[in-house]
Each structure stands twice: as C-alpha cells, then as structure tokens.
C-alpha cells in the first residue's frame, strides 16, 4: 500500500497492474526454409506463422501492446498478412499493435523494438517487455504469461 500522495498507484495491497509490451521479430529472411519467402508469411493451419503468435501474445492477460518487427522491404505484406487477426478499433481495452522496421540482423531488429519501446517504458506505461521470434508459433498464451510473471 503507498501513502505518498504523489504516487498514482491506487492506495490498495494489490501490487499495480504492469503494462506489458510483447515484441514479436518477424524480420528474419527464413533462407534456411528454401521456401522462397519470410518463413513467418508461410501458413499452419491456415493463417501465417506471424498470426499465430500475435494472436497469442494478444490473447494474454496484462499484455496492453504488441510490437511487430518486420523487414522494412516486407512491411506491406506483413501488414496485409496480419491485419484480419488485429483488435477492432472500437475494442475497448484491446491491445495497442504497432508495426516496425526491423534491421539487418536479428539483434538491429531487438534494438529497433525496444527504441519503440523506450517512450512508454520512460511513461512509465510499460513495465515488462518480453521479446518472442514470431516463427515460434505454438507460444500459447499461457506461455507468455508464465514468462511475464516471472
């Protein structure tokens, strides 16, 4: 419980809710899959890899954003691929998505996420940030919370 009058966190026993932000790295270029194509745009069970682990990451409790890191060269199809497992607009409480340019390697791609990132962690509107490669597609939910609450 907090008595400092300057601190916004509701004065109650509960430990505040912490604003988690789930980067998912869809930037690879997948070559070793031969597929000709980012192997997070190949589908299983009818959606891409990528939708199934955004879907995921939206589906787990406290997770109020969602970054996507994507190539900048394949930002139009990602876009395109993810955009019919979004949150409606209108969705009161839905989890923010936004969409970034990856970089030339996998750890250019984790920085330009966490600079996404770096505004509402210094707002103090993210307090944890779990990074997952988004061709990693059978992360439930469970798993994510599990590794947020750890």
């Known amino acids: 419980m907090t008595t ?3 601190d916004p966190r509701p004065a109650t026993d509960a430990p505040p809710r912490p604003g988690v932000t789930v980067v998912v790295l869809g930037a690879g270029a997948g070559n070793r899959v031969g ?3 980012n192997k997070v745009l190949l589908p299983l ?21 969602v970054v996507v890191v994507a190539a ?11 955009s019919p497992y979004l949150p409606e607009e209108e969705e009161e409480g839905a989890p923010e998505v ?8 996998r750890h250019a791609s ?25 061709a990693r ?9 599990a590794v947020v609450r750890a």
């Open 137 to 145: 597609p059978l992360a439930r939910p469970a798993l994510f919370d």
């Open 45 to 65: 069970a009818g959606r891409p890899l990528l939708a199934w682990s955004l879907t995921h990451a939206l589906a787990t409790p406290q997770v109020d954003r």
């Open 98 to 105: 936004a969409l970034v340019a990856g970089g030339a390697s």
């Open 35 to 37: 597929a000709g194509v």
């Open 72 to 82: 900048p060269a394949e930002h139009a199809e990602v876009a395109a691929a993810l």
């Open 4 to 6: 400092d009058p300057a």
């Open 110 to 134: 984790e920085w330009a996420a966490l600079q996404a990132v770096a505004g509402h962690v210094e707002a103090g509107r993210t307090d944890v940030v779990a990074v997952h490669d988004g």
